[in-house]
DNA sequence: CCTACCGATCGGTAGG
DNA sequence: CCTACCGATCGGTAGG
């Protein structure tokens, strides 16, 4: 499900460009990211692209909205869940950190580039992001009720904590010291004991 | 010290036009953020504001180093404190949280925007993200050591403090629920939590 | 999938 | 500070 693949099957035209688009979209921003080099890269002319895409627009799109969707859906299993709430936002947070270990590019460009998407694709996203985040702070506060988790602002903790996974990237593009699951067990401990009763 | 000025005296053309251009390239990103809507903003024509500056890669280079600079400074002046590790962590985050909220666009294109400098700043900048970081990382590991920290990844715990902070922004648009002192107490007891041993 | 090419917009300059 | 204008590059199209 979703659009990122995970076996080697099936690899279109269309993914290829896609892939490689959202790698140059990562390095160098939407906007400084031109369609010749996405087409260097691939190995064909610019104009050959519009036989497999709309637009540029289009493939910022699919990047993003492919994320998102993952989101929703990661969402909507999670509060589905029997699970106490410290182990649903543990879940959450594992999902997001394996979504940046292995599938960085399009999660960093979906993260910082949506602000580029054109309407009716922005509002959406707009609202899409919201609404997670929204959906996120009530799980923290259904704990803080419960008694599970120490009285803190629930949207602030949302925050913080996203934009703590998100900020991976540094340790991604410097010499790899800590292995993917090191880093994964320092985040969620940290992240984790932030929540938690003294 | 530093550009960001604190009084409104000698305010020149020049630091109008550097604070418009900061509002833009937070707004839409350098790249998409053009010199005619920058001139539009200051109320004059384009070509008129190189009367004051040499290039757009100049406003950047201005807002990114003023922002550095003030970072450096303020890591010299906690290294050379006699504080306790504990209270050097939480100096530097109030610091960066204060940042955050009063010169918020220009911190904020400062850290999402500086790729788009060129040589030799766009190494300078490297270099100087990254020393920042490492010294951040030592009196961490100088507080594991002394055993006021639980034992955790320095370099992983600094970009998650660092990128939690810098995540603000949404906080920062979003319909002010909290104010800035909330907001900053909230943020200070998670991270600092995150590093206490339990 | 390529060649050829378009209108628009960009950062920046000349000259006053 | 403005008018006038430049070369370069952009996303995208036509036609084969």
Redesign the pocket.
């Known amino acids: 499900m979703g659009r990122i693949k995970t076996t080697n099957k099936e690899i279109s ?1 269309k993914d290829i460009i896609i892939e490689k688009a959202a790698s140059l979209f990562k390095e160098k921003g939407f906007k400084a ?4 080099e996405i087409a260097d890269v691939v190995g ?5 692209l ?2 497999h895409i709309k ?3 289009e493939l910022l799109n699919i990047i993003c909205f492919d994320v998102a969707n993952r989101y929703t859906h990661k969402m909507e299993e999670v509060e589905a869940s029997e699970l106490s709430v410290l182990a649903k936002i543990e879940s959450l947070l594992r999902f997001h950190i394996d979504g940046m270990i292995h599938h960085f590019e399009q999660v960093y460009v979906s993260d910082r580039e949506w602000k580029h998407l054109d309407n009716p694709y922005l509002s959406n996203m707009q609202n899409q992001r919201r609404t997670y985040r929204k959906r996120f702070a009530a799980i923290i506060e259904q704990g803080i009720k419960q008694k599970e988790i120490k009285k803190i602002d629930a949207s602030t903790t949302v925050l913080i904590m996203l934009h703590a996974i998100g900020g991976i990237e540094s340790w991604h593009r410097s010499t790899q010291k800590i292995s993917g699951k090191e880093l994964e067990e320092n985040m969620i401990t940290f992240l984790m004991d932030g929540l938690r009763k003294i």
């Open positions: 035209r990211a031109s369609m010749r064909v002319e610019a104009a050959s519009y036989n637009s540029k627009n």
